[in-house]
């Protein structure tokens, strides 16, 4: 039995914006420019999906910390991709040489 896809098959953004500072602050005001063009209230937003980067996920001055300040419920979605490779590294550091996980990681 196949399920029925009810969403199409390619990605599409809102919009591009320009940043005017690489920080979490200058994030959150291209996000609000964005919104505002658009006529979407903050309050809406129900998770923000991210990398690992302290400018995204920083506990003191990240992205999502900011952000969360205003819209409590927001939920942090992390990139899983990343997450599973520190958790390797982090698995493989006392039983596989750091020259033979650098071989791999870039093989």
């Known amino acids: ?3 029925k896809k009810n969403y199409p098959s390619y990605t599409s953004y ?3 914006a320009p940043i005017m500072s690489c920080d ?3 994030l959150i005001d291209a996000i609000k420019i964005v919104l ?3 006529n979407l209230n903050i309050n809406n937003l129900i998770g923000i999906g991210t990398d690992n980067a302290s400018v ?5 001055n990240g992205l999502y910390t900011k952000l969360k300040a205003g819209v409590p419920h927001l939920i942090l979605i ?10 390797v590294s982090h698995a493989s550091k006392e039983c596989m040489p750091r020259n033979l996980e650098y071989l ?3 093989t």
């Open 1 to 3: 039995m196949r399920l």
């Open 14 to 16: 809102l919009d591009l």
């Open 24 to 26: 979490a602050d200058g």
């Open 36 to 38: 505002t063009k658009y």
């Open 56 to 60: 995204m996920v920083g506990v003191n």
């Open 78 to 87: 992390r990139c899983v991709c990343h997450s599973l490779q520190l958790s």
């Open 104 to 106: 791999i990681q870039e």
